[in-house]
């Protein structure tokens, strides 16, 4: 029999939870971690799981925390960092001087060689990610 | 010299982005959250299409595969 509305309960599932949702994350990472640049394995491993994540996102398998109907005039804060962050970035890319003016990327990259900080990243990189999925 | 002046700007940048996420968590803060700024984008739709979600899933699946695999 169908239940009211008014009586009904949305129960969090068993998998959503920091519990499940953490590990799981963990032991993605520690793969991603391991595999090196410009490899397909790396390649496969990135499409792979954002792929996962986008499926996830773009459809309805996943509840939902309520996005705020308008921002106030504080989120013109954001704009400063932004605003610093692109300057810098598109100054090196368009002198494109190498190692002289390094590029964000050019400077993440000798740091993501080593495979405990390029797992901290991946993980870093997923949970955003499955943040992003649940908003 | 310009080494040094790009890692300063990116260190500046990230210091900054940690100094705004900071602000908008304090109680009766009225600066909203980096994730209450990415839900009000991602609720931007076309129609039935969500342009806003489909947007930065992209951004945020191209930047993990620029950082990761590449």
């Given amino acids: 029999m169908e239940q009211p509305p008014e009586l009904t309960v949305d129960l969090p599932r068993v998998w959503d939870r920091p519990v499940v949702t953490v590990p799981v994350l963990a032991c993605l990472s520690l ?4 595999l090196p640049s410009f490899s397909a394995q790396a390649n496969l491993w990135t499409l792979g799981t954002g792929g996962a994540l986008v ?12 996005a705020p109907r308008r921002l106030g005039r504080g989120a013109v804060w954001w704009v400063l960092p932004a605003a610093v962050f692109g300057v810098f970035e598109a100054a090196t890319f368009v002198v494109s001087a190498g190692s002289e003016f390094p590029t964000f990327s050019r400077l993440a990259d000798p740091l993501l060689a080593d495979e405990l900080v390029r797992s901290a990243a991946w993980f870093g990189w997923l949970a955003a990610f499955w943040g992003l999925v649940r908003r | ?21 900071w602000a908008a968590r ?3 803060s009225r600066v909203p959250s980096l994730g209450d700024v990415c839900a009000y984008v991602m609720r931007y739709e076309v129609g039935p299409v969500p342009v806003g979600r489909i947007g930065v899933f992209g951004f945020w699946w191209w930047l993990g595969w620029h950082f990761l695999a590449r």
Wanted: proline letters at 8%; glycine letters at 16%.
């Fill in chain 2, 26 to 28: 304090r109680p009766g």
């Fill in chain 1, 55 to 66: 499926w996830l996102g773009l459809g309805n398998r996943v509840p939902r925390r309520p």
């Fill in chain 1, 31 to 34: 793969v991603g971690g391991q």
């Fill in chain 2, 1 to 21: 010299m310009m080494r040094t002046l790009a890692i300063a700007g990116f260190l500046a940048a990230l210091l900054l982005f940690a100094a705004v996420e």
